[in-house]
């Protein structure tokens, strides 16, 4: 068949450029993964599971949350969460891929304009590009070109609302958006700041509520469920009128069958955790700060340590692998990136500070990528 072949050349070609994806088992300590709190193969996840299934929590939800699939515990995960996260209202979706797809595809109407910077989530890209509204980037982090990009399109003619698209932490450079510049843009236009929590939820913020909490503009947020929190999942918050709207107008939610409450009692029992246990928090921020030295003393630029995702960029695809393979062998398991998850010329390992690892694995990990920056130089 012509599309077997194809698709086989395609597969090829990626595997001469080293960007051929394959799925690899677990290996290694985890400096891959984005469970930050180290919760995911928790005893308080495991006890929360106990639970829920002495309560009579079913499994799986049977249709979507407009069929029969809608169960309490989704809504009292949604009703924790609005008020945890400080917001109106809260949707549960099942994914962050899934939720920024309705966001971005629902809320912005035509006539409007998103506003996004240059390296928001492929997600966020994925709802733009079935949505209506118009559409324009501005340079990573940089409010002064965020501020000509709308002078630009106001005089064009433009009168809609306006969405900045924003995430609080970068899931590839690791690096902080400017929230508080960006509020008092969206402030000064109107605007709603929609700001994908992805990487600061459970980290950043107190109680790891995230970074945009406390902001002055009217704001959206999406914080997912499988990446700090440990289970899975994604919770939209903001205001009741948006939550109602994506209730009756987003095809990812209405079509998609309902996440299972088992989930929902799962990220219940998390939030419930740092709402009363700071503990947890400030253990990955402590982390973090131990490896922001020990990078810093294996040469890495300070520009590069921000958070607890640490890129090591190397710009070439080859090197990159081969170094995350050494590391592999060597009992460090982590990840080299490539293009097109990264800009060309970015090839980078992309060191995540998780909950699984200790202050001496981190110690052990910068020692052994130490050599590496050393050629590098």
């Not at 698209?165 to 000064?188: F, H, K, Q, R, T």
């Not at 590391?327 to 010329?345: A, H, M, N, Y």
Request: proline share 5%.
């Amino acid at each position: 068949m012509k599309a077997l072949g194809r698709l086989n050349s395609m597969l090829e070609t990626l595997s001469a450029r080293h960007r051929r994806r394959v799925l690899a088992p677990r290996r290694g300590l985890d400096f891959a993964s984005n469970d930050y709190l180290g919760l995911a193969e928790s005893p308080l996840l495991q006890r929360a599971a106990q639970n829920a299934l002495q309560r009579g929590v079913p499994l799986g939800s049977g249709g979507s949350r407009l069929l029969r699939g809608n169960h309490p515990e989704h809504e009292a995960l949604e009703q924790e969460a609005a008020a945890f996260f400080g917001a109106e209202a809260a949707l549960f979706m099942g994914g962050g891929f899934q939720a920024n797809q309705a966001i971005f595809s629902t809320l912005p109407a035509a006539g409007d304009l998103i506003l996004h910077d240059e390296l928001v989530h492929a997600s966020a890209h994925e709802g733009m590009r079935i949505g209506r509204a118009d559409t324009r980037a501005f340079a990573h982090n940089d409010v002064r070109d965020a501020r000509r990009a709308i002078a630009e399109w106001l005089a064009a003619g433009g009168s809609g609302q306006i969405w900045i698209a924003v995430e609080s932490i970068y899931s590839m450079e690791g690096d902080i958006a400017p929230l508080n510049a960006l509020s008092d843009l969206a402030v000064e236009h109107s605007a709603v700041l929609v700001v994908d929590e992805a990487h600061a939820t459970g980290v950043f913020g107190p109680n790891g509520r995230g970074m945009a909490h406390g902001l002055s503009a009217e704001v959206l947020t999406l914080h997912t469920c499988g990446k700090g929190l440990g289970v899975s999942g994604g919770l939209i918050c903001g205001p009741r009128v948006m939550i109602d709207t994506l209730i009756n107008r987003a095809r990812p939610f209405i079509f998609a069958t309902a996440p299972s409450p088992f989930n929902a009692a799962l990220v219940r029992a998390v939030l419930e955790t740092l709402q009363e246990d700071p503990s947890l928090t400030e253990a990955a921020v402590a982390r973090m700060r131990h490896a922001h030295v020990e990078a810093a003393r294996c040469g890495l630029p300070q520009k590069a340590l921000n958070s607890q995702i640490i890129p090591v960029i190397t710009g070439d695809d080859e090197r990159t692998m081969a170094m995350a393979s050494t590391l592999l062998e060597q009992g460090f398991d982590v990840r080299g990136i490539r293009p097109p998850t990264v800009p060309r010329g970015t090839s980078r390992l992309r060191v995540s500070v998780t909950g699984n690892v200790t202050m001496s694995n981190i110690s052990a990990l910068f020692e052994a990528l130490a050599p590496h920056q050393s050629e590098a130089a």
